[in-house]
């Protein structure tokens, strides 16, 4: 009995010692990061604490291969702790991982704490080869760089730094002489390539670590200049029947040079009636009238104006004659066309017959009707008032001068139509004179631009002695455009009472011709928003393929972003003596930042693409699209919108505007209708497309129920072709009505 009794006890001593044994160990993990293969790293240590009432008695510690350790733990009193030192020594240029096992008399017996660390060169590059890409011949690229790292805890001594090949390095730039220890440094290089192929090179850097010499792999192609452009002069010419007009062709090369082209062109006439022209160049007028002169070589084309007048007139035929409907006034045709270089008046006839029963139409001639015809770009328009709703009207235009009067354009018609829109939602502006306009160097604004820095960005006053709007009208220039002026829009705007500004931002590329995926869309613009994004960074996803340099596009400067742009030319203007005439620029800033709700955010194409995606993310006051938005493209043989118009715009999308022509090639295809589609601009909610300018035109609807925002033109094509005739002074009461509805 006494024998049970006694072992029972041992039994419960021996749970209770148990039960008092607990142990924790902290921290729970090591992580040694980067360390030098070859080398030992900076200690590091794990505290294990007895949290039991009775000893704890560690019989031992180990670290798995490429860590080591050393402790003075044995037995631990209660509530007392005991050190552990970890370190990291890596072979390899690896990521290893590993464990530091503790044995003890506390449940469950081991403590376990994971380890892991990487092994990395002494030195090494961001990127072992730089590609260049195509380069061509006699010009030098854009500096590629590498960015050298040394992963030592002490200072890298570089002895020198070599390059081969048709490269050079930017010492400007470069590493020299010492790095110091995790510092970095820079090896910069250009490609100057010196014949037509692909090329090597290295860039190698000699130093005092492990693993001298370190490489920079070089690749590029040099190639042939190639035809960018071609210029025929004279741009507009006139000659009498029966004489000749001698035509050179210059090309210009992506190189920058120019070569004469004029015997290797094919030359054609667009109407050999009225013009022939040989394969030298040699034009002879056959009858009075006006032919395109064309020179065409390997796809790229320039084109010239003949005009071919009588023998007895010194003054040429105005050339571009067109008769456009006054969409958004009742009874009224916008007469146009160029002006001839030696006219000082012109006359307008008008009939209701095709080729008889023509007078004057005197508020658009002679020299006491000047002031009727608005001048811009060298385009003269005037507004013929008062028709017949719904009557065919044909009009011819004459050029004169002291000397007397040119021939007669060939004859034109059109149709008036009848419009809700009053006087003050489409007003006249005849008669408005605006101050001139403001031009600065993009670079002056702001010295941190590197797109265009050299080109002009403009700005203009609202009109005086016109109610002013206290809203700024901001322009964005289409792919490869910069901007030019005040423009057909801002002009119009600056009559209507609107101050305006255009600036450029990054735009070499079509957005269409680097997206190839609905996602890429939102990511690209937001980088010419503000820079910030995926694509603000080198190589990030889901931003396409620049065709300039084959890598994703990035645009990581914000002064090349129209944010910064904006907000930039805003603060010149307010600090240097341009607030005048009414207008303070510094009340378009919020700080530093544009203040948006006072912007009204405009472009062509692609400027306008940009406008609708700023829309999107910032309350604007208005967005206005010139053939634009076309961000679709196909997805399983569907045309689909891109992602960001899946999210509601944070502008109201009762403040979107958008124009287009029906023969443009996106809308042809359907990316307009697909864009339309997912953002909204539909029937079901009030802004389905109004086709203007059909064969039944009709006019503009401002006041029945709730008028749509989305409108289409079939007018005829300009010499500007569909993708740009939305931003043609014709449209002009379309424009009034997008900016001031």
Known sequence: MRKVIFVVGLLLVAFQLSAAQSVSVSPISLTFGNVVVGTISASKLVSVTNTGSATLIVSSVAATANFAQSNNCARIAPKMKCTITV???????????GTLTITDNASPGTQTVPLQGTGVPPVVMSATTLMFGNVVLGTTSAIK????????TKVLNISSIGITGPFKLDTSATCAGQVPAKGKCIVAATYTPTAATFQTGAVTILHDASNSPTMVNLRGTGIGPRLASISVAPASASIN?????????????????????????AWTSSATGIATIDSKGLGTGVAVGTSTISAVQTGVSGGASLAVTSATSSVSVPTEFRVDTSVGTTGQ??????????????NVERSTQSSSGFTLVTQCSGTGALKYIGTFQNL?????????????????????????CGNYTAVTSNVPVNSDCMPTQIP?????????????TSSTVDPAVTFLPNNLEFAAYAAPGIVRKNKLLVFLSGSGDACGGVGVLGQI????GFDFMCVNYSNAVSALNICDDTSCFGNLFQAKLDATGPCSIANGPDCGTDPTTGQPYVNSNPADAISQRISMMLQYLNNNGYNANGTDWGSYLNGTAPDWPRIVLSGWSQGGSLATYTGYKLPVARVINLSAPPLAILVGGVMTAADFFSVPPVTNIRNFYGFVDTRDQLYVVGRFQAVWKAAGFTAANNDGEVQLNTASPE???CNAGIPSHNFSTSAPVSRDGAHGDPNELWNEDVLKYMLID
């Open 87 to 97: 370190t990291f020594s890596p072979a390899a240029r690896m990521h290893y991982t």
């Open 145 to 152: 760089t590498s960015t050298l790292t040394n992963n030592q």
């Open 241 to 265: 029947v029966g004489t000749t007009q001698q035509f050179t062709a210059t090309g210009t090369y992506n190189d920058g040079s120019t070569r004469d082209i004029t015997s290797t062109v």
């Open 333 to 346: 045709l916008f007469v146009s066309w160029i002006a001839a270089p030696s006219a000082t008046y012109y």
């Open 380 to 404: 003269k328009a005037c507004r013929d008032k008062g028709l017949v709703v719904g009557t065919t009207y044909y009009y011819r235009v004459q050029a004169c001068n002291a000397t007397g």
């Open 428 to 440: 006249d502006l005849s008669g408005v004179k605006a101050v001139p306009q403001i031009k600065v």
């Open 493 to 496: 705007g600056v009559n209507l």
């Open 699 to 701: 006019g503009l609807n």
